[in-house]
């Protein structure tokens, strides 16, 4: 049954090598967990409950929700194909769910981290140094993706008001409020900006070494080569100063609402994902805190 459902993908489905390499894994690893449970069983002998206490064998063996929902949608395909050509009487698959993925939680740096890195690291007087602190501030201080900060213009800061005009996903545009800091932060580039360029044209507000307005890769350059300096996360872009931005705000006391404006989120299922964060912190602090923890 196997090498015919496996013909079936490669001649009639024209599915890739990789594909019918895969699902011809997850097969061979049913069909010798059934036999190994009995010898007498066979693929058109299974039903669902034969399925689900395989489902449970491999979550006992470590796998992740998402491989074993890769291998029951292997399962699910080959039985449907053999309902529709009479090779078993039902379809012992369809009635099985497989787990719920888990949420996978943002990486963030600990503000101590950041501290080090903003105020305890020697930082140059270069304009390629000053723009990346200025990058790096404006990141964790504004909670803005790369695209949004590498779309910034000279217009977009009020220096009067304090306060960013962002154009985010879809063109929808937000205002972020900032302190003094970030405040005179920006000068200080501007400054260095306007020494180094003193004729340019870009309306950008960050230019890169040739007078250029700066590129999302040359912004995830400088954000990685610089955490690496305080952290040693195996992700260190732009959008982990985003993850750390929100992280701070909430443990701080700031709402989820108010965050979710500050980050421009659409959905508050997206936002919410900072709230397990921090309970995930708190569970760790207890841990290694509470004598009977």
């Given amino acids: ?14 599915a890739s090598l990789l594909t019918v ?26 039903d669902t409950d034969l399925i689900r206490d395989w489902m449970e064998s491999l979550m006992d063996k470590g796998n992740s929700a998402t491989t074993i929902n890769k291998k ?7 039985y449907r194909y053999a309902l529709k050509r009479n090779l078993v009487k039902t379809d012992p698959a369809h009635p099985v769910t497989g787990p719920k993925k888990d949420k996978v939680l943002p990486m963030f740096l600990r503000e101590s981290e ?11 007087d270069s ?10 501030i404006l990141l ?21 008001g304090r306060q960013l005009k962002v154009t985010g996903k879809r063109n929808k545009q937000r205002i972020i409020p900032f302190g003094e800091e970030l405040a005179s932060q920006l000068q200080h580039y501007l400054s260095a900006r306007d020494k180094q360029f003193p004729a340019r044209t870009d309306k950008a507000f960050f230019l890169n070494d040739k007078g250029c307005r700066v590129t999302v890769d040359q ?16 992700k260190r872009s732009p959008h982990v100063l985003r993850h750390t931005f929100a992280t701070a705000m909430l ?43």
């Fill in 251 to 293: 443990n701080h006391g700031a709402g989820l609402e108010s965050i979710r404006g500050l980050l421009g989120h659409e959905s508050a299922a997206t936002t919410e994902i900072y709230a397990h964060t921090t309970f995930e912190q708190l569970k760790r602090v207890y841990k290694e805190a509470h004598p009977r923890a």
């Fill in 219 to 234: 912004l995830y350059c400088t954000v990685r080569e610089h955490l690496s300096y305080v952290t040693t996360l195996k």
């Fill in 1 to 14: 049954m196997i090498d015919q459902f496996l013909n079936y993908l490669r001649y009639e489905r024209n």
């Fill in 127 to 136: 304009f390629k140094d000053v723009r990346a602190r200025t990058i790096i």
């Fill in 114 to 124: 950041m501290d080090r890195l903003l105020d305890d690291m020697q930082w140059g």
């Fill in 21 to 46: 390499q895969n699902y011809e894994a997850s097969l061979r690893e049913f069909e010798s967990y059934i036999i190994h449970k009995d010898d007498s069983l066979s693929l058109d002998r299974v």
């Fill in 72 to 78: 029951l949608s292997a399962l699910r395909s080959f």
């Fill in 140 to 160: 964790y201080e504004a909670g803005l993706r790369r695209s949004e900060l590498a779309g910034l213009d000279d217009g977009d800061i009020d220096f009067a």
